[in-house]
């Protein structure tokens, strides 16, 4: 079945560490998102690709960065300018076709700063 | 600017009553809106949404939505919930061409046996 991975599950980031999480998805999708999630605060866009070899930042972009070098693949890096990274991080996808709204999302990266 | 509120951060209902979640948004224009859930610890799933037509739109699990405009909301219901309904449920608009999606912050439910 198509959908979207994320890995690892769990990770865990020393201070001053930069720490990459990864985001694959076999769904054919041209656009890619991540989200930053915060309990009480909903979904907030960190970057969104809409297709290979571009990327736009979010509302929350500073203190990470992204790549998107091929269509299945968008890692997000958490840099050490990142002040406070502890967070749930969700990647999303979307068919540019014929669902405009039709977003996929991965299972989920649960970040804590040790 | 677009916003969109989620009065409640968490009801608690019992198992078998009927269950309202209040979504409130602010948008200029007509609004595409949607219902998500979310398990814990998981990614998110889309109940329902709303683009054009009719204003009652029925979900998956049971659930449907209602949109008002005079009151700029779009609220979701169930009839009688199950314990497997006990989750995160949260509202979004979509909004400008790029089909960006904004989030309420949220409504955790609560099922009591």
């Known amino acids: 079945d198509g959908g979207i991975t994320q890995s690892p599950k769990y990770l865990f980031r020393k201070e001053g560490q930069n720490v990459t999480l990864s985001c694959e998805q076999n769904l054919n999708h041209d656009a890619m998102y991540w989200y930053r999630q915060d309990p009480g605060q909903g979904l907030r866009l960190i970057y969104y690709?809409?297709?290979?070899?571009?990327?736009q930042k979010g509302d929350i972009a500073e203190g990470y960065s992204v790549s998107r070098e091929k269509k299945e693949s968008f890692p997000l890096t958490v840099t050490s300018a990142q002040k406070n990274p502890t967070a749930f991080y969700l990647c999303?996808?979307?068919?540019?076709?014929?669902?405009?709204?039709?977003?996929?999302f991965g299972s989920g990266t649960r970040l804590t700063v040790v | 600017a677009q916003s969109v509120t989620q009065p409640d951060i968490h009801i608690t209902v019992s198992e078998g009553a009927s269950l309202e979640l209040r979504c409130n948004y602010s948008y200029g224009a007509t609004p595409y809106l949607f219902w998500y859930v979310q398990s814990p610890g998981q990614g998110l799933q889309l109940l329902l949404k709303y683009f054009s037509g009719d204003t009652l739109v029925q979900g998956i699990k049971g659930f449907e939505a209602e949109f008002k405009r005079s009151q700029s909301s779009f609220n979701l219901r169930k009839p009688s919930v199950h314990w497997s309904d006990a989750a995160e449920y949260f509202c979004?608009?979509?909004?400008?061409?790029?089909?960006?999606?904004?989030w309420g912050a949220g409504t955790k439910l609560i099922i009591k046996p």
């Open positions: 690709s809409q297709i290979v070899n571009d990327f």
């Open positions: 999303a996808s979307r068919d540019r076709g014929r669902s405009s709204y039709g977003y996929t």
């Open positions: 979004a608009v979509g909004v400008d061409s790029n089909y960006q999606l904004i």
